[in-house]
């Protein structure tokens, strides 16, 4: 398995293993992050809690897949 970006498009650094972070493995096809692992949410699937897309999230605790969304939002919160 030699990867060079995770899901989200960052670079893996330490591609012989797949993971920055931990020594993943792959499981019927699915790679699966160690527990604990720092690096997983870079691989982890989000749903925009605005629109309801799907995305991989470029900060750790990202919650929509745009500003544009963010911002909608925030404005439908405060109205």
Same mark, same amino acid.
């Given at each position: 398995?030699?990867?060079?970006?995770?899901?989200? %498009?960052?670079? +893996?650094?330490?591609?012989? !293993? %797949? !993971?920055? %972070? !931990?020594?993943?493995?792959? +499981?019927?096809?699915?790679? #699966?992050? @160690?527990?604990?692992?720092?690096?997983? /949410?870079?691989?982890? =699937?989000? =749903? #925009?809690? /605005? #629109? %309801?897309?799907?995305?991989?999230?470029?900060?750790?605790?990202?919650?929509? !897949?745009?500003? @544009? #969304?963010?911002?909608?939002?925030?404005?439908?919160?405060?109205?």
């Amino acid at each position: 398995m030699t990867r060079t970006q995770y899901n989200n %498009g960052d670079e +893996i650094t330490l591609t012989e !293993c %797949g !993971c920055d %972070g !931990c020594s993943p493995s792959i +499981i019927n096809g699915v790679l #699966c992050h @160690e527990t604990g692992c720092p690096d997983s /949410w870079r691989d982890d =699937s989000n =749903s #925009c809690e /605005w #629109c %309801g897309q799907s995305f991989f999230a470029q900060e750790r605790g990202q919650e929509f !897949c745009d500003e @544009e #969304c963010e911002d909608l939002w925030r404005q439908f919160l405060y109205w």
